[in-house]
């Protein structure tokens, strides 16, 4: 049997309303769901398709992307040319505990020009440089 202490002397009641607290968190319950898709990182690109592990990692990526006609993309719809590309990368991973880059490449792209992104990723002194693709169905 429970009794309402309150009802008499005009106190403080000992009951928790969660009313607003359920309120709160379908909102941002919903906030979430409908951001989530839009957080994808880079440029929409056709990846190679090879099955390999993949990469665990910690927090946020830095991604480079190589379109399929040879533009290079810092995070998403961010253009630089390949020569400044170092010092972009540098200054960006200045501010970072994790370290690593991973460069996203068109399959129709040239591994030349590929190979002209990773030269300049690691003359800037990155050493942990990934690939990524697109796992096989």
């Not at 005009?10 to 898709?37: E, H, K, R, Y």
């Not at 957080?39 to 398709?49: F, I």
């Not at 290079?72 to 994790?98: H, M, P, Y």
């Not at 030269?119 to 990934?130: C, L, S, Y």
Request: hydrophobic residues 45%; glycine residues 10%.
């Amino acid at each position: 049997m429970a009794f309402d202490e309150s009802s008499g002397e005009g106190g403080a009641i000992s009951q928790i309303n969660v009313t607003p607290l359920v309120d709160v968190m379908l909102v941002l319950l919903v906030i979430f769901m409908v951001t989530a898709p839009i957080l994808q990182q880079g440029v929409d690109l056709e990846l190679p398709k090879e099955t390999i592990a993949p990469i665990e990692g910690e927090g946020e990526q830095l991604v480079v992307s190589i379109n399929s006609e040879g533009s290079v993309f810092i995070g998403e719809g961010n253009e630089v040319e390949v020569e400044k590309i170092g010092d972009r990368l540098q200054a960006i991973l200045s501010t970072r505990q994790d370290k690593r880059v991973f460069i996203r490449g068109d399959r129709r792209v040239s591994y030349g020009r590929v190979m002209a992104v990773m030269a300049r990723v690691r003359r800037a002194g990155i050493d942990k440089v990934g690939l990524i693709t697109e796992p096989t169905a």
